[in-house]
């Protein structure tokens, strides 16, 4: 009971951190793409500094989430095995009253210690796998968004005209060169 209770109280809010560390990574990738699709303007405007720096700050945002999601693991992980420890302690203390009052053998003890301990320990170690099921849930949830969006335009559909007429610009006398270069 008191495992169920554990996984009841950090499973949704564990959820909540992997779905907040996919979209994150969702925008990282989005960024990533856009700059890189970009790369030329951002050379042109000199904009190395400003998009370093709100790249950082998405990572540093990515690593945050990151790091709550693998502290709450990581605190469910070490809950659930002190609370199957604590009840295998008091099995055992249970145990040894009964054999000390003769009304089992040491045999059977040991018997079923050792089955005991066959079942719980499979059971410590599905918190992991609770946990990587949580973050796959989170995963399939950002799927889920993806696909729901209404596309932009069908599959096969021609793609509409330009809708922009002339602007009317006119450029005299304009160059441009990076900086350190010969002209």
Request: charged share 15%; aromatic share 8%; net charge positive.
């Amino acid at each position: 009971p008191s495992t169920i209770l554990l996984v009841r109280i950090f499973g949704s809010r564990l959820q909540k951190l992997s779905r907040r560390m996919y979209d994150e990574l969702g925008r990282i990738s989005s960024h990533v793409q856009e700059t890189v699709a970009g790369i030329r303007t951002l050379k042109v405007y000199n904009n190395q500094n400003h998009e370093e720096n709100r790249f950082s700050g998405m990572i540093t945002t990515y690593m945050a989430a990151g790091m709550k999601r693998a502290w709450l693991s990581a605190a469910l992980e070490s809950g659930i095995q002190i609370s199957l420890w604590v009840c295998l302690i008091g099995v055992m203390i249970y145990g040894f009253a009964l054999t000390a009052r003769g009304e089992t053998t040491g045999g059977q003890l040991v018997a079923f210690l050792l089955l005991a301990f066959r079942v719980a320990m499979p059971l410590a170690s599905m918190t992991n796998l609770y946990s990587s099921g949580q973050g796959a849930i989170a995963a399939a949830g950002r799927l889920d968004d993806i696909f729901a969006m209404t596309p932009e335009r069908q599959p096969g559909a021609p793609v509409p005209a330009s809708t922009h007429g002339a602007a009317g610009i006119t450029l005299d006398n304009v160059s441009f060169r990076y900086p350190g270069t010969p002209e």
